[in-house]
Nanobody, 111 residues
């Protein structure tokens, strides 16, 4: 059974930083595209960063991965209240492999 488990979220003040982690089990991250999405309150889920396109990473966010630990990371710097959202790890579908989502980790940024 494939599981993606995010961690590292929390409550921070504006200007602060967080590093989110996503650990996979039941699937190897090696050679796979990986994404980070977020869903702000009352809004649709949106792509934040993707290993498929380094330009997709927003300027204050840094995507990294450690295949030896089957883990991807998202470093969030200079956070603003607009970054408040649930952040999700995602493996896009690539036939015959299905897509997978983690359960999400909450990031809350106060003014």
């Amino acid at each position: 059974q494939v599981q993606l488990v995010e961690s590292g979220g929390g409550s921070v003040q504006a200007g602060g930083s967080l590093t989110l982690s996503c650990v996979g089990s039941g699937i190897s991250f090696s050679g796979k595209s990986m994404d980070w999405y977020r869903q702000p309150p009352g809004k649709e889920r949106e792509l934040v960063a993707s290993s498929r396109n380094v330009d997709s990473v927003r300027g204050r966010f840094t995507f990294s991965r450690d295949n030896t630990k089957n883990t991807v990371y998202l470093r969030l710097d200079n956070l603003t209240p607009e970054d408040t959202a649930v952040y999700y790890c995602h493996i896009p579908p690539r036939w015959p492999q299905a897509e997978y989502w983690g359960q999400g980790t909450q990031v809350t940024v106060s003014p």
